[in-house]
């Protein structure tokens, strides 16, 4: 299995200057598709899935591999490498942006810059450092996870509309969106929400911009200022854009952004 | 009271079910009574939060991530499982749906929301899934277990060979040395006894065998079977010297198959018909090659095998009625059906007022 079939790689775009796309715990690489058009004309844009969303290889998924998040990172480098890329800029959702962050301090000679849409070190406050979610909160997710009541309709969709004779109807249930697997969904989001990586953002170079949305409940702006302040060559912006997903509510706003700090 | 059962606020408000719209950036412009009273707060306090405040930690964390892009891509949702966050930290397990509302340029107005609630259906829900682990849980023990059952099969009949060969050879000593009658007689008991068993032992080794090892193994040699057949049909006529066998064998070239096990699985067919079928009938023994295939079928008369008994005929330990019989464990027709699979082949049976037929049909090795 090729690394660019494993991740679903879909390179477009007009432009030599690679621009690598990589999407957040929820979704897969359409969170790009109001995004991308601004920049195909000028870059040679690189869109994935990561393993075990979208139409990655399942059969791909370790879960010992995924169980941290370097697993992920691991992937990122391997994917450049496929594709000889130099001077990457990554952009990066959520907890991909941490992935972002580890795989450039690996390979600091592969990338130029990175942009971080809603990252966060780390979800659980402990001590001084506030991460949004109490540590009793987080295993509540996590909890609601494993007893699989969160997208139970979707999961059980498959099953139920399993009757080859209404094919058409279990096609029209299942969104082509936001397809994930609801085994790897739940370990991914136990990876994701349990991930602590304040320990090796300071030692960061790559020129980072952070894009901090207001009422963000996943990555609210004080895990933004924090980042920023143990980062040392990142610039921040505060959008007017709320919520978490900003490339999908508020992509002028997002595309402006990533502009001007290219 | 007309007026009530007209008026649309009322039914808006006290509707069975809560009622949300939100606008572009997730926040809630209005919400119904209900809405309010399941959260337990007022409809205008509602107003101005965002909907995933009123969730559950990993329905925030499912809305933010996953609904809120559907609904920006697809338009909507539909039947999503959320629980409420209720003022006094209860949870109220709720369905809800949504779509965005759009211009006609596509763009999003606001975003409505039906929410039900399913109390009910989550707990049946989670009767499911219990009943779901515990029957798994269960299942996985029993085939433990049953493996370790026929584990001690093969060890037990492994076992037992040995001191029974003392047996066989210290009975086969004293018939040699024996003078008076009754000894001779006793012992020739002693023999055929320690036989039968001996032959009880190998049919639960096969038995064993097949189970833990994943069928049945089989060396198959081109073989000229017509000679083969007729030994075994010749040692039945001695152990049954008064009934009439016949016998019509059509075997133009050799045969692919493991020598001793078709003469095991014909002795296991032919002992059945003849210990089972009437006795002032013949038993029929035939044997054809034709197109490649090869058919071996033993047919006796008598009284047609009942339905019920028919579909399990070829399980293991089954034995006519439920009672333990002279005639074996019951392994039989299970071993002759095993080695009809471990040639490619089936063995199937008819049974009918004018006759029992068994037969044994087996492709060409391909």
């Known amino acids: 299995m090729s690394v660019l079939k494993r991740n679903n790689v879909v390179v477009c775009g007009n432009g030599s200057v690679p621009m690598l796309f990589a999407h957040g715990f929820g979704c897969d690489q359409h969170m790009w598709r109001l995004v991308i058009p601004a920049f195909e004309k000028d870059y040679k844009i690189i869109l994935f899935d990561h393993v075990g969303a979208g139409n990655s290889d399942l059969k791909a998924y370790d879960p010992d591999k995924y169980g941290s998040l370097e697993g992920y990172a691991d992937d990122i480098l391997e994917i450049i490498r496929e594709l000889g890329l130099q001077d990457v800029i990554f952009v ?8 972002g962050i580890m795989a450039a301090r690996h ?27 109490e540590k009793d909160q987080i295993e509540e997710l996590l909890e609601s996870l494993d007893s699989n009541h969160l997208g139970w309709s979707m999961a059980m969709a498959p099953v139920i509309m399993g009757n080859p ?6 096609e029209e249930l299942a969104n082509s969106f936001c397809r994930t697997d609801p085994a790897i969904a739940r370990q991914f989001a136990r990876t994701t929400f349990l991930s602590d990586t304040r320990d090796i953002i300071s030692s960061l170079q790559t020129p980072s911009l952070i894009l901090q949305c207001a009422d963000d409940v ?22 007017k854009a709320t919520g978490h997903c900003p490339n999908l509510s508020a992509p002028e706003e997002t595309i402006e952004a990533i502009k001007a700090f290219l | 009271m007309a007026d009530i059962q007209h008026d649309f606020e009322d039914f808006f408000n006290n509707a069975l079910c809560g009622y949300l719209t939100v606008d572009t950036n997730g926040k809630i412009l209005e919400a119904n009574n209900r809405m309010a009273l399941w959260i337990g707060c007022t409809a205008a306090e509602l107003a101005g939060k965002r909907f995933s405040d009123l969730l559950s930690t990993g329905g925030k964390i499912y809305y933010e991530t996953h609904l809120w892009p559907l609904l920006r891509m697809q338009g909507f949702f539909d039947e999503v499982a959320l629980e409420l966050a209720c003022i006094n930290n209860e949870r109220l397990p709720v369905l809800a749906n949504a779509y965005e509302r759009r211009d006609r340029d596509g763009r999003p107005l606001f975003v409505r929301l039906t929410v039900f609630k399913a109390t009910d259906r989550r707990l049946y829900e989670q009767n499911l899934r219990i009943e779901k682990t515990k029957a798994e849980t269960k299942l996985t023990d029993e085939q433990t277990i049953s493996a370790l059952r ?20 210290g009975a086969s000593i004293l018939s040699a040395t024996a003078q008076a ?34 069928g049945m193994p089989v060396n198959r040699q081109p073989t000229e079977t017509g000679p083969v057949l007729l030994h ?16 019509e064998f059509n075997i133009t070239e050799p045969v692919n198959c493991d020598v001793p096990r078709i003469s095991q699985l014909l002795s296991n067919l032919l002992a059945n018909a003849l210990t089972h079928g009437s006795a002032d009938a013949p038993v029929f023994v035939r044997a054809f090659h034709q197109d490649g295939f090869f058919e071996l079928s033993v047919s006796n008369s008598g009284k047609p095998i009942p339905l019920a008994a028919l579909e399990k005929i070829f399980h293991p330990f089954t034995r006519e009625g439920s009672q333990p019989s002279q005639n074996g464990l019951g392994l039989g027709l299970y071993i002759a059906s095993q080695i009809a699979l471990a040639h490619q082949g089936e063995l199937t049976v008819l049974s009918d007022e004018q006759e029992t037929r068994f037969t044994f049909r087996m492709p060409p090795l391909t």
Do not use: C, W
């Not at chain 1, 990066?92 to 992935?99: D, E, F, K, P, R």
């Not at chain 1, 996943?218 to 959008?239: C, D, N, Q, T």
């Not at chain 2, 026929?150 to 050879?169: K, Y």
């Open chain 1, 165 to 170: 004779g209404r094919k058409e109807l279990g």
């Open chain 1, 107 to 133: 390979a600091p000679d592969l990338f130029s810059k990175l942009i971080l849409v809603g990252p966060s070190p780390s979800y659980i406050n402990d001590g001084n450092y506030i991460g949004g979610f």
């Open chain 1, 218 to 239: 996943i990555a609210p702006r004080v895990v933004g200022e924090y980042l920023h302040a143990a980062m040392l060559a990142s610039k921040i912006v505060f959008m």
């Open chain 2, 181 to 214: 009658e009754p000894e001779k007689k006793i012992v020739s008991i002693m023999q055929n006894s320690a036989r039968r068993m001996a032959g009880m032992i190998e049919d639960i080794m096969d038995f064993a065998r097949g189970r833990l090892g994943g």
């Open chain 2, 232 to 247: 075994v049909v010749n040692e039945l006529r001695s152990s049954f010297p008064d009934r009439i066998i016949h016998t």
């Open chain 2, 150 to 169: 026929e584990q001690f099969i093969a060890v037990l009949g492994h076992d037992l060979r040995n001191p029974l060969s003392s047996i066989i050879a």
């Open chain 1, 92 to 99: 990066g959702h959520s907890v991909a942006a941490m992935m």
